[in-house]
């Protein structure tokens, strides 16, 4: 089969093979799509482009959120160098700033200053951007917890004993600032408020922090004090999601509120924290409502009223303007957006047919696999065509309204996206592997 000259959502089937999966593996890694270029010390820029305009996005620069999620799927499928040394530079970043943690601990800075908090985006040199940034960014930091844990407790990453004493710093900063009700800009670097994605995600990086402490090598390195810690804040955390789920924020200013937030898919995979935080429906209520009301014809919208890459968003606004720090004037940008044409991303399809593909695995419910199917299949879509000025099978950030038609806006590619396509590549290949396998 030659997969250049079909359309990719016929690449794959509910009769397809491994053998079918790591065709398409192969032939996408010819065609540079998982291209994951990594500076010396092992972090990744968010995005690769070459013009005038791109050198405006900054998405060259350092995003740790970014940055955790693509070393999490390299060490998912097997590649456990490249995310210990993605995890070791952030950790070697953090150490070189640890004043951000301390000064807002002991009350020498303003935490409500998002300059003053630990930077969440920054040069490739692990040397801080001077340009203001909406750095509150809890979800962030909870990804690097998160990441440093999960490798250290499998052995991958090495943590000394000031590393876990900087760890200890970032737990008492979030005990500082009351993270489980903290105003943040969390994943979309906008409004602050209280999002339940960040809360959930800090709350991961804290489980997987615990697990951690209580390891033979975290008894050697931390004391109980800081175990009863990551326990305080672990249930501070859970009571707030279970108040808050399945809604994103429920904060009474309707500029504000929140139902819906493609964000919270991040609580399914890879954090995996629901069954073990909420009580109730929300984990299921969750996917229904991305698929209800966030679904697009060709990808999934970050939430109801985004404005970010809206219709038209290059004649609307300059080069310098469309990736700006919209987080103190938001409203500026959302006069732009018309109704219903928000952006359509494509992060989330890959991930919702990892979910699904997970939860097959877990039930063999054959509705999970067709469901894991279809967003693989939407996923392989997403990728830029041949007529695309970015070239074919180009992963993009989002799909964008451009003269009524829907064409990758200019993060293309992004390696996030990437990433997770990648993923949903690894789980299908599991899935059709148990699906054959006698058991079954």
Same mark, same amino acid.
Request: some cysteine.
């Given at each position: 089969?030659?997969?250049?000259?079909?359309?990719?959502?016929?690449?794959?089937?509910?009769?397809?093979?491994?053998?079918?999966?790591?065709?398409?593996?192969?032939?996408?890694?010819?065609?540079?799509?998982?291209?994951?270029?990594?500076?010396?010390?092992?972090?990744?820029? =968010?995005?690769?482009?070459?013009?005038?305009?791109?050198?405006?996005?900054?998405?060259?620069?350092?995003?740790?959120?970014?940055?955790?999620?693509?070393?999490?799927?390299?060490?998912?499928?097997?590649?456990?160098?490249?995310?210990?040394?993605?995890?070791?530079?952030?950790?070697?970043?953090?150490?070189?700033?640890?004043?951000?943690?301390?000064?807002?601990?002991?009350?020498?800075?303003?935490?409500?200053?998002?300059?003053?908090?630990?930077?969440?985006?920054?040069?490739?040199?692990?040397?801080?951007?001077?340009?203001?940034?909406?750095?509150?960014?809890?979800?962030?930091?909870?990804?690097?917890?998160?990441?440093?844990?999960?490798?250290?407790?499998?052995?991958?990453?090495?943590?000394?004993?000031?590393?876990?004493?900087?760890?200890?710093?970032?737990?008492?900063?979030?005990?500082?600032?009351?993270?489980?009700?903290?105003?943040?800009?969390?994943?979309?670097?906008?409004?602050?408020?209280?999002?339940?994605?960040?809360?959930? $995600?800090?709350?991961?990086?804290?489980?997987?922090?615990?697990?951690?402490?209580?390891?033979? =090598?975290?008894?050697?390195?931390?004391?109980?004090?800081?175990?009863?810690?990551?326990?305080?804040?672990?249930?501070?955390?859970?009571?707030?999601?279970?108040?808050?789920?399945?809604?994103?924020?429920?904060?009474?200013?309707?500029?504000?509120?929140?139902?819906?937030?493609?964000?919270?898919?991040?609580?399914?995979?890879?954090?995996?924290?629901?069954? $073990?935080?909420?009580?109730?429906? =929300?984990?299921?209520?969750?996917?229904?409502?991305?698929?209800?009301?966030?679904?697009?014809?060709?990808?999934?919208?970050?939430?109801?009223?985004?404005?970010?890459?809206?219709?038209?968003?290059?004649?609307?606004?300059?080069?310098?303007?469309?990736?700006?720090?919209?987080?103190?004037?938001?409203?500026?940008?959302?006069?732009?957006?018309?109704?219903?044409?928000?952006?359509?991303?494509?992060?989330?399809?890959?991930?919702?047919?990892?979910?699904?593909?997970?939860?097959?695995?877990?039930?063999?419910?054959?509705?999970?696999?067709?469901?894991?199917?279809?967003?693989?299949?939407?996923?392989? =879509?997403?990728?830029?065509?041949?007529?695309?000025?970015?070239?074919?099978?180009?992963?993009?950030?989002?799909?964008?309204?451009?003269?009524?038609?829907?064409?990758?806006?200019?993060?293309?590619?992004?390696?996030?996206?990437?990433?997770?396509?990648?993923?949903?590549?690894?789980?299908?290949?599991?899935?059709?592997?148990?699906?054959?396998?006698?058991?079954?």
């Amino acid at each position: 089969m030659n997969l250049a000259s079909i359309a990719p959502t016929t690449w794959i089937d509910l009769e397809s093979s491994v053998t079918d999966v790591d065709r398409i593996v192969a032939f996408l890694t010819s065609q540079g799509t998982f291209r994951f270029p990594s500076l010396p010390n092992g972090l990744f820029s =968010a995005a690769l482009g070459e013009d005038g305009e791109f050198t405006q996005t900054g998405y060259a620069n350092i995003w740790v959120r970014d940055n955790v999620h693509i070393a999490h799927a390299h060490w998912v499928i097997g590649d456990t160098s490249a995310a210990a040394k993605t995890a070791q530079a952030l950790m070697t970043f953090y150490h070189r700033y640890r004043h951000r943690f301390t000064d807002i601990i002991e009350g020498r800075v303003d935490a409500s200053d998002p300059m003053q908090r630990p930077h969440i985006r920054f040069r490739g040199d692990l040397t801080e951007l001077s340009e203001k940034w909406s750095h509150a960014q809890n979800d962030a930091l909870g990804y690097w917890l998160w990441l440093t844990s999960k490798l250290a407790l499998a052995g991958d990453l090495d943590l000394r004993a000031d590393d876990t004493r900087l760890l200890g710093d970032l737990l008492r900063y979030w005990k500082t600032i009351e993270f489980w009700h903290d105003e943040d800009s969390g994943h979309w670097e906008e409004v602050r408020k209280i999002s339940m994605s960040s809360i959930g $995600v800090a709350v991961g990086g804290l489980m997987e922090f615990e697990r951690w402490l209580l390891s033979s =090598a975290g008894l050697r390195t931390a004391g109980p004090s800081l175990v009863g810690l990551a326990r305080e804040l672990i249930q501070r955390g859970r009571d707030a999601l279970i108040a808050g789920l399945p809604s994103e924020c429920i904060q009474s200013d309707p500029a504000l509120r929140r139902n819906y937030d493609a964000a919270l898919l991040f609580l399914h995979y890879p954090m995996e924290i629901l069954p $073990v935080t909420t009580t109730g429906q =929300a984990e299921s209520q969750i996917l229904e409502q991305v698929s209800q009301h966030l679904q697009g014809v060709i990808g999934i919208r970050r939430y109801l009223g985004d404005s970010y890459w809206c219709a038209d968003y290059k004649t609307l606004l300059k080069a310098d303007e469309r990736t700006a720090d919209f987080s103190d004037n938001l409203e500026s940008r959302d006069r732009l957006l018309k109704p219903g044409m928000e952006a359509q991303w494509c992060l989330f399809d890959p991930i919702l047919s990892v979910i699904h593909g997970r939860r097959y695995q877990q039930t063999r419910n054959l509705a999970d696999h067709r469901e894991q199917l279809f967003r693989l299949q939407r996923s392989l =879509a997403q990728m830029s065509t041949a007529q695309s000025r970015f070239g074919a099978y180009r992963c993009p950030e989002s799909h964008y309204c451009e003269n009524g038609q829907w064409v990758p806006n200019d993060i293309t590619p992004l390696l996030w996206t990437q990433a997770n396509l990648r993923l949903a590549l690894h789980f299908m290949r599991q899935t059709i592997s148990l699906a054959r396998s006698p058991a079954s």
